[in-house]
């Protein structure tokens, strides 16, 4: 009879100094607890099935990833990953999220204060920019993102989703801004979605096209 793997679950800091540690001991599914406080850190997570990344204050949130030099805090390739509890704000300098065919859950997360700008190859999604993903956004805010295009057009404030399986319920999706010199669509989301399940997002029901 074969049974699943026991999952490993990784201390951040008590076991490892940064999370971005914590990923590079990953070998099969893991979870990574990680202690309230600022972590100036970007995430790569490449090739990495069914990651769980979750504040150790259950109910409330406390950890707040601000990223260091990267032009997106937390980059998914091929990748499955589950956050709870978890605020990425890179207060005006990066893209939060980014993920390519890879699957992305947020759980009472909050994506506040990114940006997007000309120098960034994708103009568009300064909270989360995903392509040909699964998508699912629970209980979590994204707001006060920014794209800023000054020589070309501009698109999806908050979200930017082409070709993704989404779910968005319970979310706060608000005062995110796109500005661009040509065009300028979208300031809480753009989905060109594949699939699209999305409920009430804070005081008004969310529409996804196909």
Request: charged fraction near 20%; include cysteine; hydrophobic fraction near 40%.
């Amino acid at each position: 009879m074969s049974t699943s793997p026991v999952p490993d679950i990784f201390l951040v800091p008590s076991q490892f100094s940064s999370i971005r540690e914590a990923i590079g001991a990953i070998v099969r599914p893991s979870t990574i607890m990680v202690s309230p406080g600022i972590y100036s850190e970007d995430l790569y997570l490449v090739g990495i099935p069914g990651v769980v990344i979750s504040t150790t204050r259950f109910g409330r949130r406390g950890v707040t990833i601000i990223g260091a030099t990267a032009d997106t805090v937390v980059r998914l390739e091929n990748a499955s990953v589950y956050l709870s509890g978890i605020e990425i704000r890179s207060n005006g300098r990066a893209r939060a999220i980014s993920a390519f065919e890879s699957s992305v859950a947020l759980q009472e997360c909050v994506l506040a204060g990114n940006r997007v700008a000309d120098d960034d190859a994708e103009l568009g999604g300064a909270g989360m920019m995903c392509i040909r993903s699964s998508v699912r956004v629970q209980k979590s805010m994204i707001v006060g993102n920014s794209v800023q295009g000054s020589m070309r057009s501009a698109r999806g404030g908050g979200l930017h989703l082409v070709d993704c399986k989404v779910e968005i319920a319970g979310s706060s999706i608000q005062a995110n801004v796109v500005y661009g010199a040509e065009e300028a669509r979208g300031e809480a989301f753009i989905v060109k979605a594949v699939k699209c399940e999305c409920g009430e997002a804070g005081s008004r029901r969310m529409r996804c096209t196909v």
